[in-house]
């Protein structure tokens, strides 16, 4: 099975993030820039079915230069070679976009199982998966918790607000992932080392057949007007536990009118 | 005045949610509230008295398993073929999986741009947003098409404005394309009677420091008693405690209610992200040093043990 895993550079979630003040996009400038977290449960899955079933694992990044270094870390836990999808002019691209350089660089690779984290930690948006599947006319199986693969048929489990749907399709399909899913393997020293002799092809607009115009900022199809740090919260009352602390908390709730 | 459309989540346990409410009441603002019921047959007329209490003027159904039985696809060609028709100044959604799902697919299908997580929506289209964990403020807005939004649970208090929506069913054509992810089960878990996670007004949430899953007991009889839903940190849910779909913060829910309780929670970034917007946060945690007292609008640096029996029974005391 070909399977592509999407991978997304990010900002470490652990640590201050910001809007640049010039053009309003997340600086990776100044920031610890790493794997999205749940990408990784993502490559995890794409390796324990190649193990199973057999078949090529390919990362596919989109981002500037930098995201080499996530690239690198990616093929690190073991997939065979990746794709980047770099371009001066896509700085700026809205989700939209995004989805359409992406399906554009899928329809290249023909991949009959697409794996992606659920969301990244810097937008959270949660929506590329289905708009990648829209654009490709493929199935969407998101937010699994669970994922079976039986010959060409995709099982899997998701969470809902109500308990969890069992949702099958045929490949090819999308399919995005929780952390709930596996335990993502630590790349090996092993790993590392192979990992810097692994192919990165880079791709541009231009070889994806996808105008400068329709990406960045001329493209994008939703603008950040301005963007404000929302002032720190301060602590307030702090109390040490002299035997009375539980009292003194349901005072506190009375005098907010919770009881 | 315009249509705003309003794609209504509801459950079949509790009818319809919170969040559809408040985007009702939003979508007063913009122009003429419509609801769009999607869902198993029958599914609009259970909803259609608490739609109308809220300011729904329409409703607009389609049902069926055509539409209920695949993920979010067949639902996302009804709304685009009805955004078409009718033109409506704007649409709103729930900023759930679902809700995001079908969003994200109307934005492709109508080449349209899309904001989620919105927490409010000014009429001439202006959303804001709460990024990076809570820290920073954003004003945005879509550039290309209508405004095509998820609103965020919590965001605003929903009033009644009573309506007497007369129900359109809508003729639905599901094309096999729509067809490909076919939802095989539904299986519903235990709930009990707390009110889900991102719409409570009250969460009491438990951490690494509630020791066990035995334990939670103590954190369930503390939001029960304040008619709040229980939540758990990562380091909770990770040690097996509480079941992964209450866990907030980064990588879980995000919520935003009116009184947050942490219980044995230090206050890890990756938790403070789907917290620090409730509006009043307490905290108990026996490390007075834990990071969640510089969130805290009233802490008790002691053991939980000792302290949230004690509360409990100070609330029944009050009762």
């Known amino acids: ?259 | 005045m315009s249509e705003v459309l309003v794609v209504v989540e509801a459950t079949r346990e509790f009818g319809v949610k919170k969040v559809t409410l408040e985007m009702l009441t939003l979508a007063r603002e913009l122009g003429t509230p419509s609801a769009v019921v999607l869902g198993g047959a029958g599914a609009a007329e259970a909803l259609s008295a608490k739609l109308g209490e809220y300011g729904a003027e329409k409703i607009y159904a389609a049902e069926g398993a055509e539409i209920d039985g695949y993920l979010v696809a067949p639902k996302a060609t009804v709304v685009a073929e009805l955004v078409k028709r009718v033109q409506p100044a704007a649409v709103l959604l729930a900023s759930s999986q679902e809700g995001k799902e079908i969003a994200a697919r109307l934005a492709v299908k109508l080449d349209n741009g899309i904001l989620t997580d919105v927490v409010a929506l000014a009429a001439d289209g202006t959303a804001t947003q709460v990024a990076f964990a809570g820290s920073t403020i954003v004003k945005s807005k879509v550039t290309k098409g209508l405004p095509l939004v998820t609103v965020r649970p919590n965001s605003l208090t929903p009033a009644p404005a009573p309506a007497s929506p007369a129900v359109e069913q809508l003729t639905v054509t599901v094309g096999d394309a729509d067809k490909l992810a076919k939802v095989v089960e539904r299986v519903a878990e235990q709930k009990g009677s707390r009110p889900e996670l991102t719409e409570a007004s009250v969460v009491v949430s438990g951490g690494r420091g509630v020791g066990n899953a035995d334990n939670f007991k103590l954190v369930e009889e503390l939001a029960d008693l304040l008619g709040g839903a229980v939540g758990a940190s990562r380091a909770a849910v990770d040690s097996g405690f509480y079941p992964h779909q209450f866990q907030v913060g980064q990588t879980g829910k995000t919520v935003s209610p009116q009184l947050y309780i942490a219980l044995g929670i230090s206050g890890a970034i990756q938790h403070r992200a789907g917290m620090q917007t409730s509006k009043t946060i307490v905290a108990v945690n026996k490390d007075g040093e834990a990071p969640i007292f510089e969130l805290a609008d009233f802490g008790v640096v002691g053991d939980l043990f000792k302290v949230v029996p004690q509360a409990a029974e100070e609330i029944r005391k009050r009762k």
């Open chain 1, 1 to 259: 099975m070909n399977i592509v895993v999407l991978v997304k550079q990010v900002p470490d979630s652990g640590a201050d993030r910001n809007l640049r003040s010039d053009d309003n996009t997340v600086d990776r400038g100044s920031a610890n820039n790493v794997i999205n977290e749940m990408d990784e449960y993502a490559i995890e899955e794409a390796l324990k079915i190649k193990e199973a079933h057999g078949g090529e694992v390919t990362i596919l990044t989109m981002g500037p230069d930098r995201a080499t270094e996530s690239i690198r870390k990616a093929l690190s836990m073991g997939p065979d070679k990746a794709v980047h999808v770099v371009d001066d002019a896509l700085h700026g691209s809205c989700a939209v976009a995004t989805s359409k350089v992406l399906a554009a660089a899928l329809g290249q690779l023909g991949a009959d199982l697409v794996i992606c984290g659920a969301e990244s930690t810097d937008g959270r948006v949660q929506v590329l998966p289905h708009m990648i599947a829209e654009r490709l006319g493929v199935a969407a199986l998101t937010g699994a918790r669970k994922l079976t693969v039986d010959g060409s048929t995709l099982t899997v489990e998701r969470q809902t607000e109500e308990g969890y749907e069992v949702v099958t399709a045929a490949t090819p399909a999308v399919v995005s992932v929780w952390d709930t899913i596996n335990e993502p393997r630590y790349p090996s020293f092993k790993g590392i080392m192979a990992a810097k002799k692994k192919p990165v092809q880079t791709l541009s607009l231009a070889d994806l057949g996808v105008a400068p115009a329709e990406v960045g900022f001329d493209g994008a199809t939703s603008a950040v007007l301005e963007h404000t740090k929302r002032p720190p919260r301060s602590g307030g009352e702090k109390i040490s536990d002299e035997g009375e602390g539980g009292v003194k908390l349901v005072e506190f709730l009375a005098t907010e009118k919770f009881v």
